[in-house]
């Protein structure tokens, strides 16, 4: 094929895309606008998400120093729940999630990889042992929307970092959605929803505990108490985007916890 050939076999292609676009009517999910070609965000909207992550401790969410392992992470709870977390979950950032989620926008989940924090550095155990474990959905949750968001954001963040994927959790009650429910009846919906399949394959071994928001961390926290009775050997959460510290209506969570002691 020569030059010429392969220049206009390009050009074929880019104009069917763009028709194929505008007939679609591609749009961004964070604000309704024209997308450039071959992406899924426009700039501006990719502008207003911030890369910026947080260390929290799940168990009151907490702020953290940025070193997962330091001890004394958490005043009250040391390191033993802590969440990397990307970035507030802001309008923009909570609309793309949405879309993701709930209306089958899978082409938005390299994107949301970006927003993950990085990894724990070094050549020790985590990296040589470690095993990446995603929240899971019901099967009825997952047959309807026709995958699994967190096990998609796992297998990239697999093929990114060569951290294998177990699927070491089963949802076992088909919970409402957190998103519907106040700080309050979080926790308690989510109790006694997940058990441990392949205990073996998590005995012993880091854990890295995926999901793609975490808010209050009561998902998060029972997930992690069912690994750790499994026999996980040390526990780190990882989410794309959090909702405290930032928002308001989080910050008065954190304060009850303080006061009270209960768990979000």
């Not at 089958?104 to 070094?122: F, H, I, S, Y």
């Not at 505990?209 to 029972?222: A, I, P």
């Amino acid at each position: 094929m020569t030059r010429r050939s392969v220049a206009v076999a390009g050009g074929m292609k880019l104009l069917w895309r763009d028709l194929r676009d505008s007939f679609l009517d591609r749009r961004c999910p964070g604000c309704s606008g024209r997308v450039p070609r071959e992406r899924e965000i426009c700039d501006a909207c990719d502008a207003a998400v911030s890369r910026s992550g947080i260390v929290l401790c799940i168990s009151c969410l907490h702020r953290a120093p940025a070193e997962p392992r330091a001890q004394g992470a958490c005043p009250r709870h040391g390191s033993r729940r802590l969440v990397l977390a990307g970035p507030h979950y802001g309008p923009t950032l909570e609309r793309i999630v949405r879309a993701f989620k709930y209306e089958g926008c899978r082409a938005l989940a390299p994107w949301l990889l970006t927003l993950l924090p990085d990894l724990p550095a070094g050549e020790g155990p985590w990296n040589r042992e470690g095993v990446l474990v995603p929240i899971p959905l019901h099967p009825a949750r997952r047959a309807a929307r026709s995958f699994d968001q967190a096990l998609l954001l796992a297998d990239l963040l697999s093929g990114r970092s060569g951290i294998p994927v177990v699927e070491a959790l089963a949802r076992v009650r088909d919970t409402p959605p957190q998103a519907r429910l106040g700080p309050d009846r979080r926790h308690a919906n989510v109790r006694g929803a997940f058990r441990a399949i392949r205990p073996e394959l998590v005995r012993g071994r880091p854990v890295l505990l995926l999901d793609d928001v975490v808010t209050t961390g009561s998902t998060l926290l029972e997930a992690a108490d069912v690994l750790e009775e499994a026999g996980a050997g040390w526990i780190l959460s990882i989410t794309a985007a959090h909702g405290g510290t930032d928002d308001p209506a989080e910050e008065a969570i954190q304060r009850a916890v303080a006061t009270t002691g209960e768990v979000c």
